[in-house]
Each structure stands twice: as C-alpha cells, then as structure tokens.
Nanobody, 128 residues
C-alpha cells in the first residue's frame, strides 16, 4: 500500500518561499499523477496544481500561476511544490494526492475524487 507523507510546511513572511515535498513509501509513484490541494480555515479544499505521471504536463490554479512550480523526481519517489512570493491568502493546510493511471486534463486535474491516495497535510502559514 502506497502511503504519502508531506513535509516542508511552516511559517514564512509574505514574499517568502517554501518547498513542499511529498514522499511515497510502500510503492512507486511512477504510475500516478500527483496533485497538490489546500484547505484554508473555513473554506473548502481546492486544487492547487497537478503533474502527469508520464510527460510531466503541469496544471495550476490561476491564483498561483507564475509563483508555484510543481515537479517530481521518479528516482526519489517524491513530488515537490516550490512556492515563491507567498501571500497571506496562501495560508492553508497543503495536501498531496496521487491518482493511479490518471491522465489529468484542463478540466479534470483538480477533481478530488480522481485521486486515490492522500497525505496527512502540512501547514503553511504566511504572516508577518
């Protein structure tokens, strides 16, 4: 059974950067699309970004385009979310998720029901 563990969250000032990691144990992520989602206090969980399992095609929600970068390292069985120029509105619990044999597209990458595996989440707080 593949399990996901996120790390890299923390407290950062506006304009700062963090890199989240999502590491898998118990199996390979090679055949999974990876998604990052977040849930802010009092709000529903939303899709942030996704990366395909094969050609590395990426997707981003509009509010993070140009600031966040998703990537993956098959050799390390890990996916990353590089977050730059962080804003207070980025404050949330960030979750990574994996969808086996899922080919994300523009209108599906953020659909949470497509993702089979979820991590426990890591807190990101952007504040002075």
């Amino acid at each position: 059974q593949v399990q996901l563990v996120e790390s890299g969250g923390g407290l950062v000032q506006p304009g700062g950067s963090l890199r989240l990691s999502c590491t898998a144990s118990g199996g390979t992520l090679r055949f999974y699309a990876i998604g990052w989602f977040r849930q802010a206090p009092g709000k529903e969980r939303e899709g942030v970004s996704s990366i395909s399992m094969s050609d590395g095609t990426t997707y981003y929600t509009d509010s993070v385009k140009g600031r966040f970068t998703i990537s993956r390292d098959h050799a390390k069985n890990t996916a990353y979310l590089q977050m730059n120029n962080l804003k207070p509105e980025d404050t949330a619990v960030y979750y990574c998720a994996a969808a086996e044999y899922f080919a994300p597209h523009d209108n599906t990458w953020h659909v949470q029901d497509e993702y089979d595996l979820w991590g426990q989440g890591t807190q990101v707080t952007v504040s002075l």
